[in-house]
């Protein structure tokens, strides 16, 4: 298997991506307190990607 390495970014948009399928499911059930829950993890991991930009940036490193 390959050495493939993705940046701390890459894995917390996943993660985000992965909520956000997971908040559609959660909603379709009508779990209230489960979407809920989903929402706080995809505005933390928004907020993570931001503050991890924000790292970037402050090293003088290019964020697409």
Known sequence: MGDVR???IDILQYIE???CDMRVMAKSTDSQVLVYLLEMA???SRDQIKAQEQHLQSMGRMVN
Do not use: A
């Open 17 to 19: 991506d992965m909520l």
């Open 6 to 8: 993705f940046n701390k």
């Open 42 to 44: 995809v505005l933390e």
